[in-house]
């Protein structure tokens, strides 16, 4: 078997097509935003709309060394560092050049440090909906993409976002998928992707089912 012809890269190939298609639909929606809805904040704390939008691109434009001088800038903090190259580039870049630089980046193959090979798509995936649910934003998004990041989701990954599960069963009411023992929360699946990734949810996007259990507080903002 020829090494184009393997399952594994077939994978690649199909994750690579879904980071492409991702982010040239983000550049869409942020070109369609007006002026203020760029101030809303998201949902990752502290960050507005443009912060998220100007993290989203830092891997574009960021060398490997460029990275570790930035890390050592922040005393070796990766928080610190993002926190600080978002808030300095959404002042740097205008709202157009932000969503551009999304666009014409869509095949760039950088994914985030460490990150396994669906990292870059639930990096753009998940900063997507940080802007989309916090606007209330009717995009969804398309099922293969949440599948490939929903399955690949292990007890390490929880872990490392903070995303505290116990005695919860996530189920997921628009497709085949749950996560989890306990307590039945259900969702979309895209909502569901973000409590994975560490989010509170806004009130009411989540629901405890037929049999009325109450949504753990730790789950939604």
């Known amino acids: 078997m020829s090494r184009s012809a393997s399952p594994a890269f077939a994978h690649r190939r199909t994750i690579a097509a879904a980071v492409a298609a991702e982010r040239r639909e983000l550049a ?30 830092l891997g574009f434009r960021t060398t490997l ?16 560092m993002t926190d600080r190259t978002a808030r ?14 999304l666009r014409e980046n869509a095949g760039h193959p950088w994914r985030p440090p460490a990150a396994g090979p669906t990292g870059a798509l639930a990096h753009d995936v998940v900063h997507g909906l ?14 293969d993409r949440l599948r490939l990041l929903l399955d690949a ?22 497709l085949d998928w749950s996560l989890g023992e306990g307590t039945p929360v259900y969702g979309e699946a895209q909502d569901l992707l973000l409590l994975l990734f560490g989010r509170r949810l806004p009130p009411g996007r989540l629901n405890g ?12 903002a």
């Open 88 to 101: 300095r580039d959404a002042a740097a870049f205008t709202t157009r050049e932000l969503a551009a630089l």
């Open 130 to 143: 940080d802007i989309t649910v916090a606007l209330g934003h009717p995009r969804r998004v398309p099922e």
């Open 153 to 174: 989701a292990t007890p390490r990954s929880l872990r490392f976002f903070g995303a505290d599960l116990t005695g919860v069963q996530l189920r997921a009411q628009d």
């Open 65 to 80: 060394p460029g990275f570790a001088a930035e890390l050592l800038r922040a005393r070796g903090s990766l928080h610190r």
């Open 28 to 57: 869409d929606v942020l070109d369609a935003l007006t002026p203020d809805r760029w101030d809303v904040p998201s949902l990752c704390a502290g960050w507005r709309v443009r912060e998220v939008a100007a993290h989203l691109s």
């Open 209 to 220: 089912g037929p049999e009325g259990h109450r949504v753990p507080p730790t789950l939604v």
